[in-house]
């Protein structure tokens, strides 16, 4: 079965300061991957979602960026972080749409 | 538009009890998937059951059983013989090829 391998748990950045965070797959190949983000422990806003390599999709524009530079991998990125970057980020696949999402274990990030 | 629509955003129950949480949908597909996902405090999102709307059975896993009701577009959640580990944030989503989540519904077990 597929796994998603998510880091790091938990990230605490500057205002200003580049982001990185990276997701990897497991089990599977050709994975729909997607970036959402959970602010206040709440609802999930999609931000990225990619259906093959170099294929990115900006759900809504903002600070941030993604790459997937290879079938398995995918990135999300930020030059310079907000306050308002801060929150609960999970990258997910999903491989057809009847099986759901399979979520990695998301990061906190915390920008001060 | 695709929306999911919690009206719940905070529910309680007593440890061995029933709780059902609501979930309805607007679309104009014929064919998706609706899922639950638990959301613990350690913040992992878990799937705990899906339905097939061309599927007239209601989907069943263990404790966790929902009430697909097609025509109305509503997708209901029962959790039975409730326990302390299934507090938690509970989402509904749809699916076709776009997947749409609701807002949650907090879920508080008491002892």
């Known amino acids: 079965s597929q796994t998603i391998h998510q880091w790091p748990a938990t990230l605490v950045q500057p205002v200003g300061s580049p982001l990185s965070l990276e997701c990897t797959v497991e089990?599977?190949?050709?994975?729909?991957l997607y970036w959402y983000r959970q602010a206040a422990g709440r609802g999930l806003q999609l931000l990225f979602y990619?259906?093959?390599?170099?294929?990115i999709s900006s759900e809504v524009p903002q600070n941030l960026s993604a790459s997937r530079p290879q079938d398995r991998q995918f990135i999300l990125s930020s030059k310079k972080l907000l306050l308002s970057d801060s929150g609960f980020y999970l990258c997910?696949?999903?491989?057809?749409?009847?099986?759901?999402?399979?979520f990695g274990s998301g990061t906190r990030l915390t920008v001060v | 538009a695709q929306t999911v629509t919690q009206s719940q955003p905070e529910m309680s129950v007593q440890e061995a009890e029933t709780v059902t949480l609501s979930c309805t949908y607007d679309?104009?597909?014929?064919?998706?998937?609706l899922f639950w996902y638990k959301q613990p405090p350690s913040r992992q999102m878990i799937l705990v059951i899906r339905?097939?709307?061309?599927?007239?059975q209601n989907a069943t896993e263990n404790r966790f059983s929902v009430n697909f009701q097609k025509a109305a577009k509503s997708f209901s959640l029962k959790i039975s013989d409730s326990q302390l580990g299934d507090a938690a944030m509970y989402f509904c989503?749809?699916?076709?090829?776009?997947?749409?989540f609701g807002t949650g519904t907090s879920l508080t077990v008491i002892p």
């Open positions: 997910a696949l999903k491989l057809h749409p009847n099986y759901g999402y399979t």
């Open positions: 089990g599977t190949s050709n994975p729909n």
């Open positions: 990619s259906v093959g390599i170099g294929q």
């Open positions: 679309t104009s597909e014929s064919d998706y998937y």
């Open positions: 339905q097939e709307a061309y599927k007239q």
């Open positions: 989503a749809y699916s076709t090829n776009q997947f749409y």
